[in-house]
C-alpha cells in the first residue's frame, strides 16, 4: 500500500483515538483530584448562574464558561463564551467539548469550532430541550468539568396511574399507509334506468293519474286517452278474429265433405288459403295493438273501444310530466320521464393532478355532507375529456339504493384509497397533539413521558408516517394521550434554556 493511501487512514485512526479519550475523560473523573478541584465539583452540583448572554454560567476559579442554545432565524445550536476575570475571551483560548444525554435516545458528543467571538457547536440541539449534559474545558492543560440537567416537556406517571386514566400505551414501527383522496360530489339518477314515456298514439287526454315526483309500480295506469286510431285497431282486430272464426268453419266443412268426396279437392283447397289469410290478418291485427302497449285479448272495455290506458314501463319516481286533462297529444310527445331509483350514480369531481390516482374499479367510500349516510362502490367510468369550464374530470360511482337512503341532488365526499405504502415508522393519528407550534407525541421512558416533536409524512387518517422524531421500537402514549397533555399543562412546562 503506497503512502498516499495510507494518510488518510492514519488521519481516521488519530482522530478516533483523541475521540475516545476525550469521551473517557467526560465519563471518569481524573486520577488526580486536588483540594481545590474537589472544592469545584461540590460547587458545580448547583445550579449555574446566568451569564451576560442570557446562558448558564459556569465558573471555576477565574475562568468561567457560559453556554447558551440560539435559535433565531437558525435551528437551535450550542453556542459557548469564554471569560476570564470577567472579560470576554477570543474563541480559540480553550477546547470544548459537550456530552448531551436524553431519554430513550443514545448520547451525543457536540465537537465546536471557533466562530466570531463564541465556539459554535458541529450539531442542531434537538427539541425538547430536556437533556442532560457533561461539559470539557481544557485550557492552559487544565481540564475543568461541569454538569447541568435541564427538564422540559416530561411528566412522571406510574404505570398504575396509566389504567385509571386509561393512556394506552402503543410502539412505533413499521406499517402500511393506505392515502385516501377525498373529492367533492353529486348523487345524481342512473342514466341507464332513466325512460321517457310516450303515448304512441294520438288523442284527447280524459284523465291523469301519475304527477311529478310520485312513485309509480311497473303497469300502474298513469293516464287515459280516448284515441280514434286504437278505436279503428281494435276495430280491425275483432273484425280479423270473427273473419278467422268463419274461414276455419268453412275450412273445416269442405275439409270434411272433399275427405267424403262430396265437394272437389278446389273447394277445399281454397277454403285453406281462406283462413290460413284470416289468422295472418289477425296476427297483424294484434301486433299493431301491441305496439301501442295494449293487449288484444282485452275481457272487456267500460270505455270504449277508444279507451286508451298509458301504464308506466318501469317502477320508479316520475321526474318530470307534461299532460294536462282535456289537451290533444300527439303519439310523439313525451308526456312522463320515470327514474329507477333502485340505483344511483355519484358524479365525482376528479382534478387534473388527481387522475392518476382514479381509475376504474377503485373502491370509494361515498359519505354525505348534510347528514350521516354512507356507503361503498367502484369507479365505473372516468371521463375522457376535462370539462372547458371547470377544468375538471368526472368519475362515476354506481350505489346501490334498495332502501332510498340517496337522493339525487344530495352533495357527498368521496374518499378513495390509492396504492398501499410501506413505511418503516408511523404512529396512531389519534395520539398526535399540539404544543406550541409542534405535532408532539409522548414517548415513554421507564416512569415519565416527555415531549417528542415529530416530523410527519404521509397519512391515511389512522396511522402517520414519522419522518424524523421517533425510531422503530419506543413506546408512546395512544390512546387518550390528551390526559398527558393536561398534566403537562398542569406541571407548568416551560422553555427555558
Known amino acids: 500500500m503506497n503512502k498516499a493511501r495510507l494518510m488518510p487512514i492514519v488521519v481516521v485512526v488519530a482522530i478516533g483515538i ?24 461540590k460547587e458545580s452540583e448547583n445550579q449555574p448562574s446566568i451569564g451576560p448572554k442570557g446562558g448558564k454560567l459556569f465558573v471555576e476559579n477565574e475562568f468561567s464558561l457560559e453556554l447558551t442554545i440560539f435559535e433565531r432565524g437558525v435551528p437551535p445550536q450550542f453556542r459557548v463564551y469564554l471569560y476570564e476575570k470577567g472579560k470576554l475571551l477570543p474563541p480559540a483560548a480553550a477546547k470544548v467539548a459537550i456530552t448531551l444525554t436524553r431519554l430513550g435516545a443514545p448520547a451525543q458528543l457536540f465537537k465546536f469550532t471557533p466562530e466570531a467571538d463564541y465556539l459554535l457547536g458541529d450539531q442542531v440541539v434537538d427539541e425538547p430541550h430536556s437533556f442532560d449534559i457533561a461539559i470539557v474545558a481544557e485550557r492552559n492543560g487544565k481540564l475543568m468539568r461541569w454538569n447541568f440537567s435541564q427538564v422540559e416537556g416530561r411528566v412522571e406517571m406510574p404505570d398504575d396511574m396509566l389504567k385509571t386514566i386509561g393512556v394506552e400505551l402503543l410502539t412505533a414501527g413499521p406499517a402500511a399507509i393506505k392515502p385516501k ?14 325512460v321517457r314515456v310516450v303515448p304512441r298514439a294520438p288523442g284527447m287526454v280524459t284523465a291523469v293519474y301519475g304527477h311529478h315526483g310520485q312513485l309509480v309500480k311497473k303497469g300502474e295506469v298513469l293516464a287515459i286517452l280516448e284515441s280514434p286510431l286504437l278505436a279503428d285497431l281494435r276495430s280491425q282486430y275483432y273484425v280479423a278474429k270473427k273473419r278467422l272464426l268463419l274461414a276455419k268453419a268453412t275450412y273445416e266443412r269442405e275439409k270434411k265433405l272433399w275427405e267424403e268426396k262430396i265437394a272437389a ?8 288459403e281462406l283462413w290460413n289469410e284470416a289468422q295472418i290478418a289477425l296476427e297483424l291485427a294484434a301486433t299493431k295493438l301491441r305496439a301501442l302497449g295494449v293487449q288484444p285479448e282485452s275481457s272487456h272495455l267500460k270505455a270504449g273501444l277508444s279507451n286508451y290506458e298509458i301504464r308506466s314501463p318501469i317502477s320508479g319516481i316520475i321526474i318530470a310530466k307534461t299532460i294536462a286533462l282535456g289537451e290533444a297529444m300527439k303519439e310523439d310527445r313525451e308526456i312522463y320521464t320515470i327514474a329507477d331509483v333502485s ?5 365525482i369531481t376528479v382534478y387534473p393532478k388527481d387522475l392518476g390516482v382514479v381509475r ?16 361503498e362502490g367502484i369507479v365505473t367510468y372516468i371521463s375522457t375529456l376535462i370539462g372547458g369550464q371547470t377544468r375538471t374530470a368526472t368519475a362515476r360511482v354506481e350505489l346501490d339504493n334498495a332502501a332510498g337512503k340517496w337522493r339525487p341532488g344530495m352533495f357527498v365526499n368521496a374518499e378513495l384509497v390509492a396504492e398501499e405504502i410501506q413505511v418503516p415508522v408511523a ?10 407550534d409542534w405535532s408532539v407525541v409522548f414517548g415513554r421512558y421507564d416512569q415519565y413521558f416527555e415531549v417528542r416533536p415529530l416530523e410527519l409524512g404521509r397519512s391515511d387518517g389512522e396511522m402517520v408516517e ?5 425510531v422503530p421500537g419506543e ?3 395512544g390512546g387518550n394521550s390528551f390526559a398527558i397533555k393536561a398534566e403537562l399543562g398542569k406541571a407548568g412546562a416551560s422553555h427555558d434554556h
Open 343 to 347: 340505483t344511483v350514480w355519484t358524479a
Open 181 to 194: 383522496l377525498k373529492l367533492p360530489g353529486e348523487v345524481i339518477f342512473n342514466e341507464h334506468t332513466i
Open 18 to 41: 483523541v475521540l475516545g479519550g476525550l469521551i473517557l475523560t467526560l465519563d471518569k473523573p481524573s486520577v488526580v483530584t486536588t483540594e481545590t478541584e474537589q472544592i469545584n465539583e
Open 265 to 272: 279437392k278446389q273447394e277445399f283447397l281454397l277454403a285453406e
Open 466 to 470: 414519522v419522518l424524523k422524531g421517533l
Open 360 to 375: 376504474e374499479g377503485q373502491k370509494v367510500a361515498v359519505k354525505a355532507t348534510a347528514y350521516d349516510v354512507e356507503s
Open 427 to 436: 404512529v396512531s393519528v389519534n395520539a398526535i397533539q399540539t404544543i406550541r
Open 475 to 477: 413506546m408512546y402514549a
